[in-house]
């Protein structure tokens, strides 16, 4: 299984930006796609979820409202639209999957490379 993220850049406060994690492998049904970040000098922290076959959503506080977490199952996709981006959203953003409902970092199975996320005030 390999996870693949990508659409980090620079943005400007307010501004937008989407991520995307392409997955290969086995069929995740049954399992559960995360997103999470680390800043600078931050422990890494979950920021949303999908559950593959329900299509089922959760947000961290700090971005419901603003983020929208969705998936396209035909190429394996899930997609992070984030709106209003505040500089406190900058961050390495990682993808990971799970076929638990826990969202431990220790109890994710696959991890992708990470994409940078960096907003400017």
């Known amino acids: 299984v390999q996870l693949q993220a990508s659409g980090g850049g620079l943005v400007q406060a307010g501004g937008s930006l989407r991520l995307s994690c392409a997955a290969s492998g086995p069929t995740f049904s049954g399992w559960q796609m995360v997103w999470f970040r680390q800043a600078p000098g931050k422990e890494r922290e979950f920021v949303s979820k999908?559950?593959?076959?329900?299509?089922?959503?959760y947000y961290a506080d700090s971005v419901k409202g603003r983020f929208t977490m969705s998936q396209n199952k035909e190429n394996s996709t899930v997609y992070l639209q984030m709106n209003s981006l505040k500089p406190e959203d900058t961050a390495v953003y990682y993808c990971?999957?799970?076929?638990?409902?826990?969202?431990?970092?220790?109890?994710?199975?696959?991890w992708g490379q990470g994409t940078q996320v960096t907003v400017s005030s």
């Open positions: 999908i559950f593959y076959t329900s299509g089922r959503l």
């Open positions: 990971a999957a799970a076929a638990s409902t826990s969202v431990q970092l220790r109890d994710m199975d696959y």
